[in-house]
């Protein structure tokens, strides 16, 4: 035996861990990629808040004071919402409240759903959203706390010089910021986020392994937050009502606004129930199934419109000149949009074919959107003046008709058709003004060409061997068209109407150019409503307010939309 030593076995050396040990591992790699995207997401998310969600919630807040010709105002709660739309301000407040728990309850369902799929634990995660959620209420809380005082701030410093103005800001900005509730509300949130990322990460340490910890913080930060909203709109729903009882109490008047809110309410929910009994009465198994359901859901839908026949009565009490302006809106979207996106299709399917000139076509087509909105309308104007001696009027004799007013026609359309057929046309069926219908024709000529560019993309993703193998079967050009062209063209359909109705219900710079005093506040549509309480009648809260629900109305049929064409949107 050799006395030689055997040599010890070198152990392989461990690699060092550089870095914090909270980037180490598989999770700290994830946690890593996340730190990274979010700071190259900071500069849009920086700028979304300041352009995007801020002014949203400085309308918000603004909507909540009154006085006239004063940014700040008093406090107001609902007020400017009653002025507006009367008591129908607490019915929204009611559904928007039952909305959110709705949203709330989805975001707790997706996430149990995915966690019981892949078998793991979700509620680990809610105790960081929650405090997630709670910082981010606070965040909001506190806007409504500092912004009365900093806006106080330009009517600290009226009569003041450049000087001492730039000296006395710092001071009154630290009084606002001292004022009772506002550096305390902040420190709060900034209290409730930090407890939020310690027991976010020791809870990710300790927790078994998943890569859906995210998908379950989010979740959970949306649910938690949507209630927390919920119960904010309403307690601030049920004390206006109080207060609203009790003023009328004291002027010894008396008011429906439980009756008007459960009324209307069920109303509503029996033309909900009625659209679902009927979208399943088709599935039925036989005919009597079928009979059944139809006439379950033409029960439900006469018994809901019984029910909320409230609404004419509300919509009395309300502003009329704001009620005339969605009316208007609607006439404006109904007129310009679907004429829109249809000459749009067959422009493009027509420029689509080998024709001569095509691209010389296209631009054509596409110049009236890229011509300056103001300019263009200022030529309408002058083209459709209500002179005899104006262009369309002069082109109008020439060939023996009457001339018309034009801008400076108020009468409804149907009217005066009715006219000229010596037919007497009642008001509710007048139609949108003549003076409207110049809008409704300048915003067709102008959006057109918009729409045919996308159905030009459109039709160019369309593989020709649908067309080659249609052909082969007989099918015609008509069928074509039917069959293959326009459901492949649907997502486009759909993201031109969506944004199609999102324009048209906040047209403002054509139409605020095309208006006349001699229309009669006929061409008035929503935004220029807002726009005169603004400027003309410096009710700040009360525009803010009127913007609110202008919101709210273009959320509801976006939704309605999107429902609609759920199912009938086909991507191939």
Known sequence: MSDTAIPSQKTKAEPKRTGLAIFSGRRGIKRREALLAYLFLSPAIIIIGLFGLFPLVFSAYQSTRAGLNNVVGRPDGLG??????????????????????????????????????????????????????IGLALMLWLVFRFMPGVLEIGEKLVGFTAVERNELFPQFLAEAWNAPGVGSTFYYALLAFVV??????????????????????????????????????????????????????????????????????????????????????????????????????????????????????????????????????????????????????????????????????????????????VGAAAVFKVLFSGNPTGTINTVLASIGLQPLGWLNEPNGVNQLIGEALKLNIPDWAAGPSLALVVAIIFGIWKFTGYNVVFFLAGLGNISREYYEAASMDGAGRWAQFRHITLPLLSPITYFLTIFGVIGAFKAFNTIFVLRSRAALGTMDTASLVIFDAFNRDTRIGYAAALGIILLLVILSATALLDRFAKGRVFYG
Do not use: C, H
């Not at 892949?118 to 959620?133: T, V």
């Not at 689509?352 to 076509?361: C, N, R, S, T």
């Open 80 to 133: 400017q919402y009653v002025r507006a739309i009367d008591n129908l301000a607490y019915v929204i407040a009611f559904w928007l409240a039952l909305f959110l728990i709705v949203v709330a309850v989805r975001n707790i369902s997706d996430a149990l759903n995915t966690a019981r799929a892949k078998e793991e634990n979700p509620w680990w995660w809610l105790l960081p959203a929650a405090f997630s959620a």
């Open 196 to 373: 939020s990322g310690v027991s976010y990460y020791l809870i990710q340490k300790n927790s078994p392994p998943t890569l859906r910890d995210g998908l379950y913080t989010g979740k959970w930060v949306t649910a938690v937050f949507m209630i927390i909203m919920a119960a904010a709109i309403g307690w601030l729903n049920l004390s206006e009502i109080q207060v609203a009882y009790a003023e009328a109490l004291e002027e010894g008047e008396s008011l429906a606004i439980w009756a008007q809110m459960v009324t209307i309410s069920a109303g509503f929910v029996l033309l909900l129930l009625s659209w679902l009994v009927w979208r399943t009465a088709a599935n039925r198994d036989s005919n009597l199934q079928t009979f059944l359901r139809f006439f379950a859901g033409i029960l439900l839908m006469i018994g809901g419109w019984v029910l909320i026949s409230e609404l004419p009565v509300i919509i009395a009490e309300g502003d009329k000149d704001w009620w005339i302006g969605l009316r208007t809106t609607i006439f404006y979207v109904v007129g310009a949009l679907p004429a829109e996106l249809f000459l749009g299709l067959i422009l493009a399917t027509m420029l689509y074919q080998d024709i001569k000139a095509k691209g010389l076509f296209r631009m054509i087509y596409f110049l009236p959107y890229i011509t300056p909105a």
